[in-house]
């Protein structure tokens, strides 16, 4: 079962990597009934994209490596990112888990570019 979060985007967590308020890594703090709620509004896409630009210093070379590893996959094992990506497996997690708030920073700043607001509750 998974942790979803939906508004003006739409996603899902990352099972085992994404913690449910990793949105708050991008500047604005949810409030947490059964469900975290976020909204941004233009005011905050500096920090937004200050958060992606961090996401992608963290994964540095292995950015491009993951977006070809995850091009045609319909489901990953860590075994197969230490083939593809020739890493330790300690490294995979850290990784992951700057991969997957990239992706999701990406979709707050498109909405926020496109909207001027961006608003979605997420999953506990």
């Known amino acids: 079962m998974g942790r979803y ?5 739409e996603g899902k967590f990352w099972f085992g990597v994404q913690s449910s308020c990793d949105a708050e890594f991008f500047g604005v703090d949810g409030y947490e009934p059964s469900f975290i709620n976020y909204y941004f509004d233009i ?8 958060g992606v630009n961090k996401c992608k ?3 540095g070379e292995y950015k491009e490596k993951l977006d070809e590893f995850f091009k ?6 860590e075994d197969m990112i230490i083939e593809e990506l020739e890493i330790s497996r300690g490294k995979v997690a850290e990784l992951l888990k700057w991969y997957a708030r990239l992706e999701l920073g990406l979709k707050i700043q498109t909405c926020l570019e496109e909207t001027g607001e961006c608003s ?4 506990l």
Do not use: C, R, T
Request: aromatic share 12%.
């Open 120 to 123: 979605f509750e997420a999953e």
């Open 5 to 9: 979060y939906n508004g003006d985007i």
């Open 57 to 59: 210093g963290a994964l």
């Open 43 to 50: 005011d905050n896409l500096p920090n937004v994209k200050s």
């Open 72 to 77: 045609d996959k319909a489901g990953y094992n």
